[in-house]
């Protein structure tokens, strides 16, 4: 039986050595989902497997597929994203959304909408919008997609619709001014608050320029989200230490 040969559009999400001059690389392609296959001689700085298997490359790649690994004939490129390569700052935020993305997603399965909101996300952090925002917009959509997004449309209780509600962890949502009692721990938001979560859970990562956040609410919003993944996240992902290390650099620095 011959061996098949696709033309996969896709974006490098993870690489890992095999053997001394190997590759397995990791894709989020736009028509299959997920998918891994081994890059020969992709170590090796003149083979012309290198420049196209570095981390976040935007290709279109030729795969022989198999029934286990496939193997990534040759690449073009479609957008490098080499500014995020060459800045230690956006480097960290890709590489966390990147396996986020890795963690989160199952292998093959279609993932359009969301293949959509990895590629703008990196076009954003690349032209130097606001990480944290792009972090927390792609966050909410990964939850979404994983199955455990909060509820920030309505009272995950009652269903009741307010101008601004409480924010429980426990509970996996906003909770009303009636349903407060089930969650003391829940963590009141302002209007705004509760505006922003609104539109970070539903407007398209396209649109991220028309957004900006006080320091003080992107902090919360932060620090929301981040208990909320540990609660009901399944994954340690080592990415995120790092941006908290960086966060915590940020402070001392700043202060």
Known sequence: MKPLFEKIEGIIIRTQDYGETH??????????????????????????????????????????????????????????????????????????????????????????????????????????????????????????????????????????????YAFSIKEGGFLCSQCLSIDPQAVHLSETLTKLFQIFSQVDLQQIGNISVKPENKALLKQLMEAYYDQYGSYYLKSKKFLKQLDTFNYWHEN
Not at 90 to 108: F, I, N
């Open 23 to 164: 590759k397995i690389v990791t894709l989020f392609t736009k028509e299959k989902g997920k998918i891994a296959c081994i890059a020969r001689g992709a170590k090796k700085p003149k083979s012309r497997m290198a420049a196209v298997t570095q981390p976040f490359i935007h290709g279109s790649f030729l795969i022989q597929t198999g029934s286990n690994l496939g193997t990534m004939q040759q690449g073009e490129i479609i957008v490098s994203f080499r500014k995020i390569r060459e800045d230690i700052i956006k480097t960290a935020y890709a590489s966390y959304l990147a396996e986020l993305t890795d963690k989160m997603l199952d292998k093959q399965s279609f993932e359009g909408y969301l293949y959509q909101q990895f590629i703008f996300s990196m076009q954003a952090i690349e032209m130097d919008k606001d990480p944290d925002i792009i972090m927390l917009m792609y966050e909410l959509k990964v939850f979404d997609k994983a199955g455990f997004a909060p509820v920030v449309n309505r009272c995950v209780n009652c269903g009741r619709l307010e101008a601004s």
